[in-house]
């Protein structure tokens, strides 16, 4: 049976594709006995990658500081590839802006948390998304500036 015009969505791979960590300041700034503040901004980036393939990513950066001094900088980039076929057109965006995302987040807050603690860090652990706002957002900012714009959308959060 030829199912040409079944919508397809399918998960081909999940993958950490960028994982970075910086301590500026070693090892005087390890010496401080202040609470760093935390700054963390949530990126989600989309593009296709062949026909009917799709690479999604979220990018997390996790900035400690204490005054203004940075103790340590992390940025991961955990990315998956999304078969994606036959849905109409104005499903696309939100698929790849919140259902991707959401499938991709676990992974990267296990990653991020992990390349914390292995640097000698207590864990830094990332709140659940919700992505749907996120993007509802990013389309109501979209509509409000002129067109150009960034490539992706971006959230700030301090803990």
């Not at 696309?92 to 919140?98: V, Y």
């Not at 992990?114 to 000698?120: F, H, K, S, V």
């Not at 659940?128 to 959060?157: K, V």
């Amino acid at each position: 049976m030829a199912d040409n015009d079944t919508p397809v969505f399918q998960i081909q791979r999940v993958y950490m594709k960028e994982a970075s960590l910086e301590q500026p300041n070693s090892p005087a700034i390890l010496l401080e006995q202040e609470q760093p503040s935390v700054d963390i901004q949530l990126g989600v980036e989309a593009q296709q990658a062949a026909e009917g393939m799709f690479e999604v990513a979220v990018v997390a950066t996790v900035t400690t500081k204490i005054k203004d001094r940075t103790v340590f900088l992390a940025e991961v980039k955990q990315a998956g590839i999304f078969e994606i076929r036959n849905i109409p057109a104005d499903q696309m965006q939100p698929i790849m802006g919140i259902a991707c995302p959401q499938i991709i987040y676990p992974y990267l807050r296990a990653n991020v948390s992990d390349l914390i603690t292995r640097a000698g860090f207590p864990p830094v652990h990332l709140a659940e998304i919700n992505f749907q706002a996120m993007f509802e957002q990013q389309q109501a900012d979209q509509q409000q500036a002129p067109a150009g714009g960034n490539g992706g959308s971006r959230i700030i959060t301090s803990a």
